[in-house]
């Protein structure tokens, strides 16, 4: 995810504003788009600052957060499919889901002729 904009520029863009520049010539001179400007005035209207968001979640929600309990799991019913696990885990998930995790705690199928 790319990071954001810095509180200082925010600040020099902001007070150019404030100056009395136009937000397309400050859109030219700090190399940003219009509507981010507008973004950071709006909010600046609404909650008297206009720093980044800090704090918020990134990406999903894993649903099997216990990757011993999986691991288990997987050793009792690793020679079904993914949607069959699925099926037998305990609260409704998808073989999508199951496929991420095992992906997780590193358990693959794949067989090994080097052997």
């Known amino acids: 995810m790319p990071a954001s904009y810095s509180y200082d520029l925010r600040t020099k863009v902001v007070n ?3 100056g009395g520049m136009r937000k397309t010539q400050a859109s030219r001179i700090f190399q940003i788009s219009r509507n981010t400007i507008d973004i950071w005035l709006k909010k600046r209207e609404e909650t008297g600052d206009y720093q980044a968001k800090v704090g918020y979640q990134q990406g999903y929600n894993a649903k ?3 990757l011993e309990k999986f691991q288990q799991f997987v050793q009792i019913n690793g020679s079904k499919t993914q949607a ?3 099926e037998v885990w ?3 998930i998808s073989d999508r889901t199951i496929g991420k995790a095992l992906k997780k705690i590193g358990y693959t199928r ?3 002729l080097r052997l």
């Open 84 to 86: 069959e696990m699925a």
């Open 110 to 112: 794949k067989k090994n």
């Open 64 to 66: 099997i957060t216990d």
């Open 90 to 92: 305990l609260e409704k």
């Open 16 to 18: 150019a504003i404030d």
